[in-house]
């Protein structure tokens, strides 16, 4: 099993930047691509951004030029630095983690961390 713990959220205006952390612990062994995923009220989870264990990334349009994906694999750890925030970026953000290169369906879910981006 793969637990991973989420952090950094919180309130940030319109315009600012926030980087949120992902710790995995566990059976690290067995992960390949780590990730990020958004949950908005109302709305169905999307795909933020991934990132191999060799560094292979990928991005959700809505994302695309203002979120950045890194990885330190010697601390087990993935991140995401998310500039240019709207309120539209307001959701529940999750990292994930799975086996293989792609997070289409993560088997590993993080808690999640609320971020809010005020107008």
């Known amino acids: 099993q793969v637990q991973l713990a989420e952090s950094g959220g919180g309130l940030v205006q319109v315009g600012g930047s926030l980087r949120l952390s992902c710790a995995a612990s566990?059976?690290?062994?067995?992960?390949?691509?780590m990730g990020w995923y958004r949950q908005a009220p109302g709305k169905q989870r999307e795909f933020l951004a991934r990132?191999?264990?060799?560094?292979?990334?990928a991005y959700g349009d809505s994302v695309k030029g203002r979120f950045t994906i890194a990885r330190d694999n010697n601390k087990n750890t993935v991140y995401v630095q998310m500039n240019g925030l709207k309120p539209e970026d307001t959701a529940v953000y999750y990292c994930?983690?799975?086996?293989?290169?792609?997070?289409?369906?993560?088997?590993?879910w993080g808690q999640g961390t609320q971020v809010t981006v005020s107008s």
């Open positions: 990132i191999t264990r060799v560094g292979f990334t």
């Open positions: 566990g059976s690290i062994e067995s992960i390949n691509a």
């Open positions: 994930v983690a799975g086996p293989g290169s792609g997070l289409a369906t993560p088997k590993y």
